[in-house]
Nanobody
Framework: QVQLVESGGGLVQAGGSLTLSCTAS????????MGWYREAPGKTREPVAM???????DYLDSLKGRFTITRGSAKNTVYLQMNNLRPDDTGDYYC??????????WGRGTQVTVSS
């Protein structure tokens, strides 16, 4: 089992920045993918940014240049730096941990609200 603890959501004005963090604990092995999904009101959950255990990162195309995912030195923590936030970035952001295809763990979510 893997437990995920998220933090960093909140209310911010358009153009502002937020940093989300997620720390994984439990049965973490050396190879995995970890990152963030988001679920906007009335929309399906979508992947935002993922980083693999080798440091390779992928982003939702529309977010490239504004969002950056990084790992902490302990490598069980990921950060999502979100800059120039827009109202359509509003939603619940979920930490995601995938040790192998077909197995996934989710955090409880942290709310991000961007006001215009």
């Amino acid at each position: 089992q893997v437990q995920l603890v998220e933090s960093g959501g909140g209310l911010v004005q358009a153009g502002g920045s937020l940093t989300l963090s997620c720390t994984a604990s439990g049965d973490i092995f050396s190879i995995y993918v970890m990152g963030w999904y988001r679920e906007a009101p009335g929309k399906t959950r979508e992947p935002v940014a993922m980083i693999s255990s080798n440091g390779s990162a992928d982003y939702l195309d529309s977010l490239k240049g504004r969002f950056t995912i990084t790992r902490g030195s302990a490598k069980n923590t990921v950060y999502l730096q979100m800059n120039n936030l827009r109202p359509d970035d509003t939603g619940d952001y979920y930490c995601h941990f995938r040790p192998t295809p077909g197995i996934a763990y989710w955090g409880r979510g942290t709310q991000v609200t961007v006001s215009s």
